[in-house]
């Protein structure tokens, strides 16, 4: 500001500013920039769109992704007393699991599996699960990211020999915020993993399991209200 108006503002004045027109402090979030032209981007987002807005009724489509599970906390903002810190205890040692979502685009169900490793073998299992759950369904799409178990020859392997019963749709390179799964995984960290306090995997995937099957009953239900 005094760079633009030649008049010094105080920090705290600019604070108080700040809030005033519902401006938030927060902390960035790192990503890279997406290579393809905006043009290109735009287009392919739209074909995208149009594709699953579309869909015939013996077709259905998803949105895939993974997120990954740390027995050691994410520390981020949290309530607390003035004058005090917030303790959160972690294990110390790290344990890992990985859990592969899809995200129906029409109503919002998520349908999951877990591993202990993030490779092809967890995206084959996924993309197993949703033709088991989904027999009457002449073809299943996917709208996935780059990531290299989506693409890999395991998986097109896969995917092959389920006869055209799956088709895969890659988002432009570094677009995560085109894959509205995102935003449960968003979710989950905020009201789960972030800041907890347990003390075992199985305690916290108890947590995690237990998030997205409630979140899965409330849209049920809102399903049923607006029926």
């Not at 030649?6 to 920090?11: E, I, P, S």
């Not at 799956?166 to 509205?180: G, S």
């Amino acid at each position: 500001m005094r760079y633009r108006t030649g008049v010094k503002v105080h920090r705290a004045t600019m604070s108080r500013a700040l809030r005033r027109i519902g401006a938030r402090l927060g902390r960035p979030r790192p990503t890279v920039g997406c290579p393809w032209s905006k043009v290109r981007k735009t287009r392919r987002l739209n074909q995208l769109r149009r594709l699953l807005e579309g869909l015939p009724p013996n077709q259905i489509g998803f949105y895939v992704d993974e997120v990954d599970i740390h027995l050691n906390p994410k520390i981020g903002c949290d309530w607390m007393n003035r004058g005090t810190q917030k303790q959160v205890m972690t294990p110390g040692k790290n344990v890992k699991r990985y859990l592969a979502g899809a995200m129906e685009a029409g109503g919002g169900k998520l349908t999951w599996v877990r591993g202990e490793h993030k490779n092809s073998l967890l995206a084959i299992a996924l993309i197993r699960k949703l033709v088991e759950e989904h027999p009457h369904a002449r073809v299943i799409h996917l709208v996935l990211d780059n990531y290299k178990i989506h693409d890999s020859q395991a998986t097109r392997a896969a995917v092959a020999a389920l006869g055209g019963r799956v088709k895969l749709h890659f988002l432009p390179p570094y677009c995560p915020q085109a894959n509205r799964i995102e935003r449960i995984w968003l979710d989950l960290h905020a009201n789960v993993t972030r800041n907890h306090q347990r003390q075992t995997m199985q305690e916290l995937m108890t947590d995690v399991y237990n998030y997205l099957r409630n979140r899965n009953r409330r849209l049920e239900r809102a399903v049923a209200e607006a029926a």
